[in-house]
Antibody, heavy 121, light 112 residues
Framework: QVTLKESGPGILQPSQTLSLTCTFS??????????VGWIRQPSGKGLEWLAN???????YYNPSLKNRLTISKDTSNNQAFLKITNVDTADTATYYC?????????????WGQGVMVTVSS | DVVLTQTPVSLLISLGGQASISCRSS???????????LHWYLQKPGQSPQLLIY???NRFSGIPDRFSGSGSGTDFTLKISRVEPEDLGVYYC?????????FGGGTKLELK
């Protein structure tokens, strides 16, 4: 059974760095074709893809935020991470992590429940 | 970036009726490997998005055959037949043929 769960600080102030953790089970990020992505959704709005990390440590970022994003993984502990530097109120959103498996659906097939992040002074 | 335009923005459907959602891309979604990476998701109220259809027309595990996807190139359609209460929510298309991956703006399905 594949599960993912996001965790984060809840609230942070403008200019701080947002650190998010995705803890998953039921798959391994060392498996060929496996990846984890991060997606966010401001309240009442649509979905925005942020970044993906792959089994071979390849990484892709949304260019609109590229300079502020860092994605990483800890394969042995089944975790993926996303850092966003210099946050502002526009980064207030629910952040999701999701699995990608190139040998099956090739899209985000399993999603976490999401974690709400508020940027406020 | 590839822009996905979903129409309509909202849809009022009676229970048991049929719904059709369009996702039009600003460029072809055929990858150089020949595959078309267009997926459909449903986000029910208060929940995470769930995968319905992957690569245009393949139903994900556990998705009933009331959901069907079709299309090619730049024009794609999700059809929901015999709409049930649990089908209500916002539907999104996603393309992952081109970087950055992009989502459509969403279509909200409501009961008439």
């Amino acid at each position: 059974q594949v599960t993912l769960k996001e965790s984060g600080p809840g609230i942070l102030q403008p200019s701080q760095t947002l650190s998010l953790t995705c803890t998953f089970s039921g798959f391994s990020l060392s498996t060929y074709g496996m990846g984890v992505g991060w997606i966010r959704q401001p309240s009442g709005k649509g979905l925005e893809w942020l970044a993906n990390i792959w089994w071979d440590d390849d990484k892709y970022y949304n260019p609109s935020l590229k300079n502020r994003l860092t994605i990483s993984k800890d394969t042995s502990n089944n975790q993926a991470f996303l850092k966003i530097t210099n946050v502002d109120t526009a980064d207030t959103a629910t952040y999701y992590c999701a699995r990608i498996y190139l040998r099956e659906t090739t899209g985000f097939d399993y999603w976490g429940q999401g974690v709400m992040v508020t940027v406020s002074s | 970036d590839v822009v996905l335009t979903q129409t309509p923005v909202s849809l009022l459907i009676s229970l048991g009726g049929q719904a059709s959602i369009s996702c039009r891309s600003s460029q072809s979604l055929v990858h150089s490997n020949g595959n078309t990476y267009l997926h459909w998701y449903l986000q029910k109220p208060g929940q995470s998005p769930q995968l319905l259809i992957y690569q245009v027309s393949n139903r994900f595990s556990g998705i009933p055959d009331r959901f069907s996807g079709s299309g090619s190139g730049t024009d794609f359609t999700l059809k929901i037949s015999r709409v049930e209460p649990e089908d209500l929510g916002v539907y999104y298309c996603l393309q992952r043929t081109h970087n950055p991956w992009t989502f459509g703006g969403g279509t909200k399905l409501e009961l008439k």
